[in-house]
């Protein structure tokens, strides 16, 4: 079993809303070590209930990177740099894996604190 979990994150597609910019946010996550690398895949169609209704948006899905150490900060910096009041951010567990990637990954990482 590996360290290692995705966290899936939506957010709204570049010039949704207003000055938000999901390349800003993953690049902020890499950078200060919560995650070694994101995924950013644009063109995602969400459907979802919301306040009484099914609302749908266009959107986009990031895929991060991290240690199981690391996901709660991630989580936490995910939802205060995030624009939606509810912001999607999962967790999946990693059952393994290329080595030399998992490797790679949990070195890029910075061990949370404490």
Do not use: I
């Not at 800003?24 to 995924?39: D, F, K, S, Y």
């Not at 199981?68 to 912001?87: N, T």
């Not at 059952?95 to 998992?102: A, D, F, K, V």
């Amino acid at each position: 079993m590996s360290s290692v979990v995705v966290v899936l994150c939506t957010a709204p597609a570049e010039g949704a809303s207003g000055g938000f910019s999901v390349d800003r946010l993953a690049r902020t996550v890499v950078e200060e070590g919560l995650c070694a690398c994101v995924n950013v895949v644009p063109g995602v169609r969400s459907f979802f209930r919301w306040e009484g209704r099914v609302d749908v948006a266009d959107e986009q899905l990031l895929v991060a990177k991290t240690t199981a150490a690391a996901a709660p900060a991630l989580r936490a910096r995910l939802a205060e740099l995030h624009p939606y009041r509810v912001p999607e951010v999962l967790e999946l567990a990693v059952s393994g894996g290329l080595p030399s990637y998992l490797e790679w990954l949990t070195a890029s990482v910075t061990p949370p604190r404490g």
